[in-house]
């Protein structure tokens, strides 16, 4: 077993192949933009998405909070978060009412918030009232659009 590790690390030092620090814990869309991991998909996908909303939407998620919790490794986080992020950037949405909470691949970060809140698949997106009770979550991948699920979780809360 000894032998195989050394291998490994042998094989790794020679071909040049570095280990992938992972974003955890709280992160920025700033940090997003620059992870090595997640850049390219973030700036596509930011880019390419054209949001469909409403001022209607705007004033019912003005008062909100939402809660990002997904993986920069992860397919899904890759395509929906950067389309989320330029849906709450449109609206204008108050940045000190989103919470961006990145986890490694066995679903762990250092604040203890995927056990809080059940996250069993990422990227899930959970809008809260301002007290922090959930009103409804967008999980993996939405329904119809985001914009869509969003109009429905917040149709519900009123």
Same mark, same amino acid.
């Given at each position: 077993?000894?032998?195989? !590790?050394?291998?490994?690390?042998? $094989?790794?030092?020679?071909?040049?192949?570095?280990?992938?620090?992972?974003?955890?814990?709280?992160?920025?869309?700033?940090?997003?933009?620059?992870?090595?991991?997640?850049?390219? !998909?973030?700036?596509?996908?930011?880019?390419?998405?054209?949001?469909? $909303?409403?001022?209607?939407?705007?004033?019912?998620?003005?008062?909100?909070?939402?809660?990002?919790?997904?993986?920069?490794?992860? !397919?899904?986080?890759?395509?929906?978060?950067?389309?989320?992020?330029?849906?709450?950037?449109?609206?204008?949405? #108050?940045?000190?009412?989103?919470?961006?909470?990145? $986890?490694?691949?066995?679903?762990?970060?250092?604040?203890?918030?995927?056990?809080?809140?059940?996250?069993?698949?990422? #990227?899930?997106?959970?809008?809260?009232?301002?007290?922090?009770?959930?009103?409804?979550?967008?999980?993996?991948?939405?329904?119809?659009?985001?914009?869509?699920?969003?109009?429905?979780?917040?149709?519900?809360?009123?």
């Amino acid at each position: 077993m000894r032998g195989l !590790a050394i291998a490994i690390l042998y $094989v790794l030092c020679v071909t040049g192949v570095k280990a992938q620090t992972v974003l955890s814990g709280n992160v920025t869309q700033a940090q997003l933009a620059a992870d090595a991991e997640f850049k390219d !998909a973030y700036a596509k996908e930011y880019e390419q998405y054209k949001p469909q $909303v409403s001022e209607q939407l705007a004033q019912k998620l003005r008062s909100k909070k939402v809660l990002i919790v997904m993986g920069t490794w992860c !397919a899904d986080s890759k395509m929906q978060v950067p389309r989320l992020l330029k849906i709450l950037n449109t609206l204008n949405f #108050p940045q000190q009412q989103l919470t961006i909470i990145a $986890v490694d691949n066995k679903k762990k970060e250092p604040h203890a918030l995927v056990k809080k809140y059940r996250i069993k698949r990422v #990227p899930t997106f959970i809008i809260m009232n301002t007290k922090g009770k959930t009103l409804g979550r967008i999980t993996e991948k939405p329904g119809k659009t985001i914009e869509q699920d969003l109009e429905r979780i917040l149709a519900k809360a009123n």
